[in-house]
């Protein structure tokens, strides 16, 4: 049997999403909280989780749940809808738009799984160089939209991989001339503070993602979508029924019962990246980009590949986005805890010396 014959030419073309499995004794390469969940916490999160019933079901479409972060979204219940960590929201969105002919509109460099999903359900992606600050090319945005109006586009808030918040009037600007679904992604709103929640009254195609994961939660893959009744109801009927294991949807009751010491997590993140990117703004030849993330965007003058090759024989990892173009020297650094990113100042001003 012809395997190749059989998949789509999507498919064949790409390659899968990469994840470093390389081992490591400091992780900077991925956005995750480096802090575990609160001590005093432990014990009570574990007794919850002892306490599902493991050969039952989970609740379907975890209703309960949803109406829970609708009320904390100040968003009626039918506007939510629970996912497998935003990457299952994202490819539900895809595959419930997919018409034959039908366009996603993406900036780049931004998070690959918008292109990933779009191609793997069957949609043509179109995407646009952001401009030279990092921010959304509206007139470039505008032009495609005329030409070929895509059934959606997706806006990181703030972009992974640069780290930036996009100007809020180009994409306000893109929310009024769509005549598709627009999401902004917010996958890093408790590092930003930023959000349009505010703006669902005045937007009909405005669509918001949020996550767990950046805030602690990684491993329970919770994701959050706040969309228009009537594509939710939609989005529904693609949505696996079972699609959020019980272990998870426990956590997630539980982030929203602990929210409080969560956030002060991430206040502690948002000190530590302030003392990282000054860190960083010191060292000749490296150049730091401003960020509203978890995550500190760079370029070098020198070779990349180098400074990542010699990280990792130090056993730190981070992310090398080195390629040709606009992302040439540049590489992505995690918000470790305060050690960690000693650890990473010290190797990387070892191998500037050489």
Known sequence: MDIQALIREEVLTQTAYPVETTPCRIKLDANENPLAMPPRLRESFARLLASIDLNRYPEAGSVALASRFAGAFGVEADRVIIGNGSDELIQILCAALARPGAEVMIPVPTFAMYRISALNSGLKVAAVPLDKAFDLDLPALQERMAAHPPAVTFLA???NPTGNCFSRERIEAILKAAS???VVDEAYFHFSGKTFLPDFDRYENLVILRTLSKVGLAAMRIGLLIGPPALVHELHKVRLPYNL??????AAGFYLDEEEAFLEQAALIRRW??????ALSTMPGIHPRPTDANFIFFSCDFDADRVYRHLMEQGILIKNFNSPGTMQGCMRVTVGTREENQAFLDVLRDILAK
């Open 245 to 250: 294991n019980a272990l998870s949807q426990a």
């Open 157 to 159: 808030w703030p972009n």
């Open 180 to 182: 598709g679904i627009v």
């Open 273 to 278: 990246r302030d003392e990282l990117f000054s």
